[in-house]
Structure formats: structure tokens, C-alpha cells
């Protein structure tokens, strides 16, 4: 089963994205922020990041550039959700080489189409 990182400030917002997941045979851990996410040792076992860009403390700019630039996760697909897009945003996101952008509110099905388009790209991902 493949495990995938959710980080996002908002509670609703996480366990929405985990049940869709799950019921899609994923294995799903949530963080309340991107600093909370690289407090864990075992970042390079998720097999995708889905990370919020407005979050107290580390922003999703921020946590996607310490993943993309570290070479123990940079292989890691992310899946960028926001709720407030914009094109300057958009720009950032793909100049730090964000592999996918969503904007809230999520359509499940969606939300699984662009995982299931993601995860292949991935050799480090935990089967």
C-alpha cells in the first residue's frame, strides 16, 4: 500500500482527503503543518506529499522547496492544493517543480485521478 503525506492547517480539510484516499486503497498520514511533517524521520517511505500553500509557521512554498531540493525526497511527487490560487502562485510552485496543482474545494474524483497519475512516476514509494 502506498503511503501518501497530507499536511494541511485545516482538520476538515485532512480527514476529507484521507477518507477519499483510503478508500482507494492508500495508506494516508495527516500533518497539521509542514513543520510537523519534517519533524519525521522516514520522509523518503511516502510515495506522495499533498501539501496546502497557507499554513501557520512553514509555508507550502517553503515545504516544497525542502523537498525538491533534498536529495533524499526530491524523486517524491507533490500534489499542491490551495484555496487561494493565483497565477503568481502557480509560477512559484512550478519553478520549485511542483508535479500537480489543485484548487480547494477538491472534487474527489479529481483528487484520485491526480494521485493515480502521480504515484507511477515515483521509484521510492513503499509497496
Given at each position: 500500500?502506498?503511503?501518501?503525506?497530507?499536511?494541511?492547517?485545516?482538520?476538515?480539510?485532512?480527514?476529507?482527503?484521507?477518507?477519499?484516499?483510503?478508500?482507494?486503497?492508500?495508506?494516508?498520514?495527516?500533518?497539521?503543518?509542514?513543520?510537523?511533517?519534517?519533524?519525521?524521520?522516514?520522509?523518503?517511505?511516502?510515495?506522495?506529499?499533498?501539501?496546502?500553500?497557507?499554513?501557520?509557521?512553514?509555508?507550502?512554498?517553503?515545504?516544497?522547496?525542502?523537498?525538491k531540493?533534498?536529495?533524499?525526497?526530491?524523486?517524491?511527487?507533490?500534489?499542491?492544493?490551495?484555496?487561494?490560487?493565483?497565477?503568481?502562485?502557480?509560477?512559484?510552485?512550478?519553478r520549485?517543480?511542483?508535479?500537480?496543482?489543485?484548487?480547494?474545494?477538491?472534487?474527489?474524483d479529481?483528487?484520485?485521478?491526480?494521485?493515480?497519475?502521480?504515484?507511477?512516476?515515483?521509484?521510492?514509494?513503499?509497496?
Amino acid at each position: 500500500m502506498k503511503r501518501i503525506a497530507v499536511v494541511d492547517d485545516n482538520q476538515t480539510f485532512r480527514f476529507f482527503v484521507k477518507q477519499i484516499l483510503e478508500l482507494n486503497n492508500y495508506e494516508v498520514e495527516l500533518f497539521i503543518s509542514a513543520d510537523e511533517l519534517f519533524k519525521i524521520k522516514d520522509l523518503h517511505t511516502f510515495a506522495l506529499f499533498i501539501i496546502d500553500y497557507n499554513m501557520p509557521g512553514m509555508n507550502g512554498i517553503t515545504a516544497l522547496e525542502n523537498i525538491k531540493f533534498n536529495p533524499i525526497t526530491n524523486r517524491i511527487p507533490v500534489l499542491f492544493v490551495t484555496g487561494e490560487p493565483s497565477r503568481e502562485l502557480l509560477d512559484i510552485a512550478m519553478r520549485y517543480k511542483v508535479n500537480d496543482f489543485l484548487t480547494k474545494p477538491i472534487d474527489p474524483d479529481l483528487l484520485v485521478q491526480r494521485v493515480n497519475k502521480l504515484l507511477p512516476m515515483n521509484t521510492n514509494s513503499i509497496s
